[in-house]
Structure formats: structure tokens, C-alpha cells
């Protein structure tokens, strides 16, 4: 079992990018899944989060701009970030708690996917 997150890309100051992230291998349901993030020289912070029932949670950098979203048929995630600015520049994490419908869960991180927002 995996996450894989992707979309990543170079894009100015304002424009768009919509990351994914997608659990695979059997037998599994994804529930609390989150976005985070890590740029150069900083700590790692949460960017967004999302139950499985839809209900989300942003830090206050990013209100407004990005949209944490997900497709439970899939367990795939999704962030759409709107106006980005330069500060939006880091790589962009994946996480998952995923049970197994045969007993246990366990806590799954992506590979992270690089977004740079030129100025």
C-alpha cells in the first residue's frame, strides 16, 4: 500500500496547479487525509485537511486560494491552489490513515510532489 501524489510543476505568481494524491493496493479505505508542505530551509507544515465524510480544514496562509477535495471510490485526494504566490513554493506531501478491511490501520505519507511559484 502506497500513496503517490503528483502534479507538481513550475508556475508564476497567480496562477493555478492541481496536486493528487492516490492511495493504491487492496483491501483498503482511506480515511483522515491531509496536505502538507516543506520549503527550503523551513519546517514541514499542514497545508489542509479533509475527513472522509468531506469536511476540510486549511491553515489560515492558504483560505481562500486552495481547495482540499477527495473521491472516497477512488481514495484519491486532491488540492486545488488557486493565486499562488512565491511563499507557496515547497514540496507538497501527501498523508493518509488507511484501514484494512481485514483489521489494522496505518499511516501512509506520499513521495511529495515540488510546486515553485516564480514571482
Known amino acids: 500500500v502506497q500513496l503517490q501524489a503528483s502534479g507538481g510543476g513550475l508556475v508564476q505568481a497567480g496562477g493555478s496547479v492541481r496536486l493528487s494524491c492516490a492511495a493504491s493496493?487492496?483491501?483498503?479505505?482511506?480515511?483522515?487525509m491531509g496536505w502538507y508542505r516543506q520549503a527550503p530551509g523551513k519546517q514541514r507544515e499542514l497545508v489542509a485537511t479533509?475527513?472522509?465524510?468531506?469536511?476540510?480544514n486549511y491553515a489560515d496562509s492558504v483560505k481562500g486560494r486552495f481547495t482540499i477535495s477527495r473521491d472516497n471510490a477512488k481514495d484519491t485526494m486532491y488540492l486545488q491552489m488557486n493565486s499562488l504566490k512565491p511563499e507557496d513554493t515547497a514540496v507538497y506531501y501527501c498523508?493518509?490513515?488507511?484501514?484494512?478491511?481485514?483489521?489494522?490501520?496505518?499511516?501512509?505519507w506520499g513521495q511529495g510532489t515540488l510546486v515553485t511559484v516564480s514571482s
Open positions: 498523508n493518509a490513515d488507511v484501514s484494512f478491511f481485514f483489521g489494522g490501520t496505518q499511516i501512509l
Open positions: 493496493g487492496s483491501d483498503i479505505s482511506t480515511d483522515f
Open positions: 479533509i475527513t472522509r465524510g468531506g469536511r476540510a
